[in-house]
């Protein structure tokens, strides 16, 4: 290998903390104690919930918390009422309490009605629901636009509810609040951003939503000693009115985002999965490919539809940002899904800390993929007279002289290191190594980010 010149800033490689799935997976014990304490916290789409979630991570990072009111237009919706909740529970004749949200927040529906009356066991039925095929799981659900109340609960739970009447309470309200998000900025040296956007609307559900928020933290924090060329935006939401209001609110803002991705339910043992953007063919997906292709051959690249989380609303016709989503299984598509049973017993933490790493990867090739110019096109300069070939005659050149041919020939300005790489099937940190070589030796001019403006000319 021949002797490097001084890297200068420019090239220093962001996030060292995380620069191999080693050093990810000592940041665990710090996810897990973050997970653990926003397991018990009943959060919905809006309330104290969201508000007390958001605290918990700006004591790791510092956030921006923003209050929008109810009522505000957001395109074709308008933030609701907020709801909060002091307690629920269902008791039996004997006073004996059957249902209580104090022993775990998904009994109750969340944005239920208050309620306090005594009904018969007919008249209960139907605000009760449970999941017959796994008799032990309490379900998860929501009536966030239309006013309804119910109570979820293990099967065998409402099995053995007797006939007779029971005493329903639900001390919840609805008033005139607002929808709370939060906003992590990590400034670079450029305008141009990065955008991790999670959803944290999810009460004591572990994969989905606790995962996202974790890996979403602790890249910010890891970000916030690097110095990155992007600027990375880090928005903690509640899950589709979230990312419509923090849209609305963002409409000039978002022109700056060069790439994004959805993160969540991420600590699964579930393959890898990247999901596309909307455009299919944004920087962000050819950097993800890349990436979990090299992290492991399991990975999985699936195509964008509009179902899912935040990105059907970043990536709507009207916005098309370059976003895609990192996930392990998608939703729907594990049984514990929207359920008591994923909890702490169905994450991994090699499987958390393999995403994180995903991350830190994807973060390090975009920081710096780049399209170069050849100065000196006609041609192969001589790089022996620049120091550049270690050595001549007889001995085939090594994998960093490949790596300065293929820069050089292929820099005409159209493809960037990362196209290079792929080409030469050579690796990227090497063709970045490279381009920094013939930087030094003014064989090289850099034209930027591989992507100007958003969006592929
Ligand atoms: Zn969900």
Redesign the pocket.
Known sequence: MSEQPESGNARRVPLPGLASLAACADRMDAAWSLMRELYRICRSITGDGVRKTLARVAAEVPLEIVEVPSGTPVFDWEVPREWNVREAWIADESGQRVVDMRDHPLHLMSYSAPVDAVVPLEELRPHLHSIPEHPDWIP?RTSYYREDWGFCLTHRSLESLRPGRYRVRIDSDFKSGSLTYGECIVPGTSSDEVLVFT?V??PS?CN??LTGIALAALLAKELRGSEPRYTYRFVFAP?TIGSITWLARNEEGVRRVRHGLVV??VGDPGPLTFKRSRRGDAEIDQVARYVLGRISPSARVIDFSPYG?DERQLCSPGFDLPVGRLTRTP?NEYPE??TSADDFTLIERSALAESLFACAEIVRVLERNARYLNLSPKCEPRLGKRGLFRSTGGRHPGEFEHALLWVLNQSDGSKSLLDIAERSGLPFELIAEAADALVDVELLRPLGAAVEGGRQA
């Open positions: 998860y959803h609307c999810h559900l989905d939503n899950g969540g339910l989380y939703n899904y929207h």
